[in-house]
């Protein structure tokens, strides 16, 4: 099974920390030359610092807040005048949770455009060098409510179906050209932001922390949580040659939890 990477450019979004960082790591573990994409320059060479170059790989980093596509679709230009992107993860913080009925319009435009808007500007920005090469790989991360929606998880639910319809989309359009479009969705993951949504459920129901991640363990079969790694090589995976005739599906890593097929 080929899984090499070696001569291939990746860009990963959202690199500096969680799922994004881990995905990075494991695809320069298979040689890919990679560029870190994160606001924070601190945590971004930390991150650079953990990049495999064994294989002669060239990392580098760019600091772009999503929250400002016209300075990110700016920058990552100039990247390309230097060399084309092969594999393109689409990774950002997900929207802040609350109940749908609750969520304003401000909250919703916000996450259409850092997610929804951010993934096509990348997306088309990156695709005529992945044509020129006859190799392609958009990998989104998003979210295992694209098959069930997560409760107090209003506007990132909605968001996330729009990323999947926009993702099925593009594999029709793209696939002739060697170009692949995937989605991995991530379930409960050892991350800041799984933390942060079980304190607050914790807060809400005015139970103990360890009692709230003890109750979202026993919803997934293999009751603990995924490590950032484990999503990261199903990432990997779909980046690499071995899975160039998987296009326009919906990954979950979820350990079992999701319940629909």
Same mark, same amino acid.
């Given at each position: 099974m080929n899984l090499s990477l070696l001569n291939k450019n990746a860009l990963v979004g959202g690199a500096s920390a969680g799922i994004g960082r881990a995905a990075?790591?494991?695809?320069?573990?298979?040689g890919a030359?990679?560029?870190?994409?994160?606001?924070?320059?601190?945590?971004?060479?930390?991150?650079?610092a953990e990049l495999d170059t064994t294989q002669g790989q060239q990392h580098r980093y760019m600091?772009? $807040?999503?929250? $400002?596509?016209?300075? *990110?679709?700016?920058r990552v230009s100039e990247l390309l005048l230097q060399n084309p992107i092969h594999i393109l993860v689409n990774n950002t913080g997900g929207p802040p949770g609350g109940p749908i009925?609750?969520?304003? !319009?401000?909250?919703? *435009? #916000?996450?259409? &455009?850092? &997610?929804?808007?951010?993934?096509?500007?990348?997306?088309?920005?990156?695709?005529?060098?992945?044509?020129?090469? /006859?190799? /392609?790989?958009?990998?989104?991360?998003?979210? @295992? !409510? %694209?098959?069930e929606p997560i409760e107090n998880l209003? %506007? !990132?639910?909605?968001? #996330?179906?729009?990323?999947?319809?926009?993702?099925? @989309?593009?594999?029709n359009e793209v696939g002739r050209f060697g170009v692949t479009v995937n989605n991995v969705l991530p379930g409960y993951t050892a991350t800041g932001r799984l933390m942060e949504?079980?304190?607050? #459920?914790?807060?809400?129901? &005015?139970?103990?922390?360890?009692?709230?991640?003890?109750?979202?363990?026993?919803?997934v079969p293999a009751r603990r949580f995924a490590e950032p790694a484990e999503v990261a090589a199903a990432v990997a995976f779909l980046a690499s040659p071995a899975a160039a005739?998987?296009? /326009?599906?919906?990954?979950? %890593?979820? /350990?079992? #939890? @999701?319940? !629909?097929?």
């Open positions: 990075a790591i494991e695809l320069a573990s298979l030359n990679v560029t870190l994409v994160a606001r924070t320059e601190k945590t971004l060479l930390e991150a650079l600091i772009a $807040d999503f929250d $400002d596509s016209q300075i *990110l679709l700016a009925t609750a969520a304003s !319009s401000e909250e919703f *435009l #916000r996450a259409y &455009h850092n &997610h929804l808007i951010c993934n096509q500007l990348l997306a088309q920005a990156v695709l005529p060098g992945m044509k020129t090469a /006859g190799y /392609g790989r958009i990998i989104n991360i998003i979210s @295992t !409510s %694209v098959k209003g %506007v !990132s639910n909605t968001t #996330r179906w729009a990323v999947a319809s926009w993702a099925k @989309t593009w594999a949504i079980i304190a607050k #459920r914790a807060a809400g129901q &005015h139970v103990g922390i360890p009692e709230m991640e003890k109750q979202f363990k026993e919803q005739y998987i296009n /326009g599906v919906n990954l979950p %890593v979820d /350990g079992g #939890r @999701t319940k !629909s097929l």
